[in-house]
Every structure is written in C-alpha cells, then in structure tokens.
T-cell receptor, first 115, second 116 residues
Framework: AQSVTQLGSHVSVSEGALVLLRCNYSSSVPPYLFWYVQYPNQGLQLLLKYTTGATLVKGINGFEAEFKKSETSFHLTKPSAHMSDAAEYFCAVSRMDTGRRALTFGSGTRLQVQP | EPEVTQTPSHQVTQMGQEVILRCVPISNHLYFYWYRQILGQKVEFLVSFYNNEISEKSEIFDDQFSVERPDGSNFTLKIRSTKLEDSAMYFC??????????????FGPGTRLLVL
C-alpha cells in the first residue's frame, strides 16, 4: 500500500522568503504525484503534478516541485512567498499505472505567511 | 472555467437519518469520485465511479454508502443511516477518461456534514 508523509503540519515564513513544503511517499513503484492547495472555504485546487518525464515540474502561482526517486520525495517550493499563498497544501499520490485512480493524500501542511 | 459544484454546502442531520449529497461534475468528465475529510484528519478516498458502476472503493465505503448518477449531470452520495463519525467534509471530484490529462482530478468546494 502506498502512503504519503508531509513533514510539518504548520509552516510559517515571512513574505518574500523561500517556501519549502516537504512530501515523501512510500510506494514500491514511483507513483503519480500531485500537490493540491486549499484556500479557506474552498475545494482542492491542483497546483502541479508529476507523471513521467522531466522531474522538475512547474505549477501555478510560481510553485514548482522536484521528483527525486532516490529520496522518494516530491517537495514543493516557491522562491518568494506572497501573502496570498497562505493556505493548506496537500501532497497526494496515485497508481494510475495499475489502473487505480484513487488519490492517497498526506495530512496537509498549513502555510502561514507573515508580513 | 468549468468547475465541479456541490450542494448543499452545509448539512446538519440527526443520527440515523439518511442524507444525500449532490455533485455536478465537469460536463465532459466520465470519472467521478467522493472523498471525505474528518476534521483534523487526512482527505480519504471513498469511491470512484465510471460507466455507471463503481470502479474502486475503499474500506470506508461500506453498505451504509451508495453512489448514483441519476441523470446526465448529477452524481450523488447517499448515507443510509448516519452515524456521529460520518461528520466530515465530503468532496466530490471528476476527471477525464482518456485524455493526456486523465490523471488530474478536479475537486468541488465540499459539503460539510454534521451528524448530531
């Protein structure tokens, strides 16, 4: 069975600082990897995804993530935080190579951005 | 931009009552999903639905739960006899079937269910 671990349930950064949200997965085969963001009172919005190919993927709002197979990681970064980035971020995996589409989510990281 | 919609946004019910949560997936999507998030816990997969039948379900999705596509636009989750532990945010999602973007699931805003 696959699992997702997000280190740090809360991360606080200053506006303009680097954002780093950590995600590690456990799967016998590299899964498809996703980052979703949830703003207050809204649904989950896809930030970016990795399926195959280039291991550095760029998403919306200046976020990017790098798939590192050797580290079983898919950390999310943004060079310069903005106040509007304050939200909850979820890492998720799926095993579509096996035909299973169900997403397995991490427990989420709440990002605070201080002025 | 097309989006998944869900109604109601909030639902309060008494334990033992039946509830139906409704979702309108994105119109050209053929896969539909339900997830739930109990307060303070992870988002958990419940069920996926394709071609008018369940394609996957988790161990959470027991006989108390059922899904249906009653018409060409709606997708529903029914909980037959609600329990206190069913209190959660329920998210509907949809995805394409065959395109290069088929792995991306688009989520609705959720229905917050409170069972008293």
């Amino acid at each position: 069975a696959q699992s997702v671990t997000q280190l740090g349930s809360h991360v606080s950064v200053s506006e303009g600082a680097l954002v780093l949200l950590r995600c590690n997965y456990s799967s016998s085969v590299p899964p498809y990897l996703f980052w979703y963001v949830q703003y207050p009172n809204q649904g989950l919005q896809l930030l970016l995804k990795y399926t195959t190919g280039a291991t550095l993927v760029k998403g919306i709002n200046g976020f990017e993530a790098e798939f590192k197979k050797s580290e079983t990681s898919f950390h999310l970064t943004k060079p310069s935080a903005h106040m509007s980035d304050a939200a909850e971020y979820f890492c998720a995996v799926s095993r579509m190579d096996t035909g299973r589409r169900a997403l397995t989510f991490g427990s989420g990281t709440r990002l605070q951005v201080q002025p | 931009e097309p989006e998944v919609t869900q109604t109601p946004s909030h639902q309060v019910t008494q334990m033992g009552q039946e509830v139906i949560l409704r979702c309108v997936p994105i119109s050209n999507h053929l896969y539909f999903y339900w997830y739930r998030q109990i307060l303070g816990q992870k988002v958990e997969f419940l069920v996926s639905f394709y071609n008018n039948e369940i394609s996957e379900k988790s161990e959470i999705f027991d006989d108390q739960f059922s899904v249906e596509r009653p018409d060409g636009s709606n997708f529903t989750l029914k909980i037959r006899s609600t329990k206190l532990e069913d209190s959660a945010m329920y998210f509907c999602a949809s995805s394409e079937a065959l395109s290069r973007n088929r792995e991306t699931q688009y989520f609705g805003p959720g229905t917050r269910l409170l069972v008293l």
